[in-house]
């Protein structure tokens, strides 16, 4: 089975810099996909990046990067230019693509709570 | 606008009692799931269900019953089975091809009275 781990239950970041939060897996598949879900105040879960395993390119989208590590298993998400409305739980997530059964399910970390500082 | 619609967004059990969390998808997607969420900790999934009239149990699906009679709703039942059902409960729903990113309603807060 696989397993998704967050090492920071808590990050902050000063308005305007840069975050990075980590996020390792482990699997025994060599095709996968990988997510981060951002979950503010609201508790809405909303899709932040995403990324295929087979993709050698880091995705990114706007503000939002990641650096996927395919051998070390790890998959961290940078963020820019904070802003306030930044402040959330940040997930991370795994999913197989294997098209049977729970394979279909995501695998979710614990979860790093993010504060941006004005 | 399409999306996921999770009602009521509070709910109250009694001892014993069943209750029914609602989850209806517009996306036309053929798969959905429900989620639970304890405080500080990530989402655990307790039954997915891939097209109409077929569904699995999750990670930790003792105490609960769902049902997928149309391909836009999933409804949840907490049942009196579940002994420990505070929790936030999220559904989501997907397609079934590439990258199937799921897509989340706003949750439901299930408290015991």
């Known amino acids: 089975a696989q397993t998704v781990t967050q090492s920071q239950p808590e990050m902050s970041v000063q308005e305007a810099e840069t975050v990075t939060l980590s996020c390792t897996y482990d699997t025994s598949e060599s095709d996968y996909y990988l997510f981060w879900y951002k979950q503010p105040p609201s508790r809405q879960m909303i899709l932040v990046i995403r990324q295929e395993a087979y993709k050698q390119q880091n995705a990114t989208e706007n503000r939002f990067s990641v650096n996927f590590q395919k051998a070390a298993k790890s998959f961290s998400l940078k963020i820019s230019d904070s802003q306030l409305g930044d402040a959330a739980m940040y997930f991370c997530a795994y999913r197989s693509t294997i098209s049977s059964g729970s394979a279909r399910q995501l695998t979710f970390g614990s979860g790093t709570q993010l504060t941006v500082l004005p | ?113």
């Open chain 2, 1 to 113: 606008d399409g999306g996921i619609t999770q009602s009521p967004k509070y709910l109250f059990r009694k001892e014993g009692q069943n209750v029914t969390l609602s989850c209806e998808q517009n996306l036309n997607h053929d798969a959905m799931y429900w989620y639970r969420q304890d405080p500080g900790q990530g989402l655990r999934l307790i039954y997915y269900s891939q097209i109409v009239n077929d569904f699995q149990k999750g990670d930790i699906a003792e105490g609960y019953s769902v049902s997928r009679e149309k391909k836009e709703s999933f409804p949840l039942t907490v049942t009196s089975a579940q002994k420990n059902p505070t929790a936030f409960y999220l559904c989501a729903s997907s397609t079934t091809r590439g990258i199937v990113a799921q897509h989340f309603g706003d949750g439901t807060r299930l408290s015991i009275l």
